[in-house]
């Protein structure tokens, strides 16, 4: 039976059997009992399925991952402990010393580090590339060891929202596949499979959890690439895994291949796993996803307009607003709404915007966007205070940039705090 997405948020992941808990419990072990050694064994050997560590897998988080997998429509999927292990994961399953990615260069900052600096130190090289750029160009950033694409379908902190049919025929005419980052639209507001994307990862810290808890992240494999078609460029998902028995991951798992070669290979050795507290506190977030969701975006949407109505703006970029260069692709994409972060200018630059963040009451400034309460970061004095003004814009910061994630409460609230502040401009 498949269900809608507000059905998923509520009933996806836990079935309970007869007599179990109707909630998803909190297993909150380390391990698990077995009466012969035989069953145990055939466990180790990846030919039973059941739960033996939680390093590897717990009840509460495949729970959880199952859900997340079922609202992206994906075949497989698996939790992590934060958004930047999910990428890691993501891109080390399929590369190793000597490969190569292409990455949209306006991803998250730890995306950037990931890949640009310790990614590098393991012999990963990263091709930074305008997502923006015709694919002519873009053809000019694949090498013949590129093993992957990564983007975002809408960019933190930029918001500029991708072309996934694009980078996914860019990514299949080089016989790779192509991941995307999709925290910051979400499946409720985009489900990049659909559009061509073979892999979703997640930082579940942000909309998923929603309530600023629990940091968490997840892959879902759409099942979809064929690692076959291209056996050269992925051995280790179509020769036998040495260290794992000999298995061959796509021949034994079909399309959870992907999935089972990250949980028992680079979950086992790299231990970046999220705690069942975690997970459940996470599935709580999930539980109003499809509620919380859409009224981000509407909230969004009133804020953006009120600022580029204001005389004390002087740019805001959403887009939700028809005025954004991304309004089409966010029309096509994600017609129901963006996200709930976007981005402004106060007149009087970086000390217009020193003033106007010190002035707001409710509105918190913390280094944190997309959850319930609204809360601004002026990076030009926080993240990236060390740069001066030039060095700020060769970073594609403006000094004048305000981040705002817009929250749910009362938008009327939001945009009298947003007022009294920019009196102060
Ligand atoms: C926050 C974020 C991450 C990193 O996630 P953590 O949970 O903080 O590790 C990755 N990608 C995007 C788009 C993010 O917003």
Redesign the pocket.
């Known amino acids: 039976m498949s269900y809608k997405k507000e059905t998923i948020c509520i009933q996806g992941g836990w079935q309970p059997g007869n007599g179990e808990a109707r909630v998803l419990p909190i297993y909150q072990s380390t391990t698990f009992k077995y009466s012969t050694s035989e069953e145990m064994g055939k466990l180790f050997d990846l030919e039973a399925e059941g739960y033996f560590y939680s390093r590897l897998q717990n009840p509460t988080c495949d729970a959880v991952a199952q859900k997340i997998c079922d609202l992206e429509g994906g075949a497989a999927a698996m939790l992590t402990s934060?958004?930047?292990s999910a990428?890691m994961l993501a891109v080390t399953n399929i590369c190793e010393a000597g490969d190569h990615v292409v990455c949209a260069a306006k991803v998250?900052g730890?995306?950037s580090n990931l890949l640009g600096v310790t990614l590098k130190r393991f012999g990963v090289e990263v091709t930074l590339v305008d997502q923006d750029d015709p694919e002519e160009e873009l053809e000019k950033a694949f090498q013949p060891n590129t093993k992957a694409v990564f983007a975002?379908t809408v960019s933190?902190p930029a918001g500029v929202v991708l072309d996934i049919e694009k980078f996914a025929r860019l990514a299949h005419s080089h016989g790779v596949p192509l991941i995307c980052?999709n925290?910051?639209a979400t499946p409720i507001n985009c489900r990049p499979f659909e559009f061509g994307a073979d892999i979703v990862t997640h930082?579940t810290?942000?909309y998923m959890d929603g309530h600023a808890m629990a940091?968490?992240?997840c892959i879902v494999d759409s099942g979809n690439f064929d690692w076959n078609a291209h056996a050269d460029k992925y051995p280790g998902l179509t020769t036998p895994d040495e260290s794992y028995h000999g298995v061959v991951y796509t021949e034994r798992f079909g399309k959870k291949a992907y999935i089972t070669k990250a949980t028992a290979q680079l979950m086992r050795d790299m231990g970046a796993c999220q705690s069942p507290q975690n997970a459940f506190l996470t599935n709580i977030g999930l539980e109003t996803l499809h509620l919380r969701v859409p009224r981000h975006c509407e909230n969004a949407l009133k804020v953006a307009k009120y600022l580029e109505n204001h005389e004390k703006v002087e740019w805001v970029e959403y887009a939700g607003l028809e005025s954004s260069k991304y309004y089409e692709l966010a029309q096509k994409y994600m017609p129901d709404g963006v996200c709930g972060v976007l981005s402004f200018g106060p007149k009087g630059g970086k000390e217009g915007a020193m003033r106007f963040t010190n002035a707001l009451k409710m509105i918190s400034i913390v280094t944190h966007?997309a959850d319930a309460r609204s809360c601004v970061l002026h990076p030009a004095s926080h993240t990236h205070r060390q740069l001066n003004d030039e060095q700020l814009i060769e970073a594609g910061v403006l000094p004048d940039l305000i981040r705002l994630s817009v929250g749910i409460e009362n938008v009327d609230d939001i945009i009298a705090d947003l007022e009294q502040a920019l009196q102060a401009v």
Do not use: A, I, L, R
Request: proline share 0%; aromatic share 10%; hydrophobic share 15%.
């Open positions: 934060s958004g930047q990428t998250y730890g995306t975002e933190n980052d925290t910051f930082s810290t942000k940091v968490g992240g966007v």
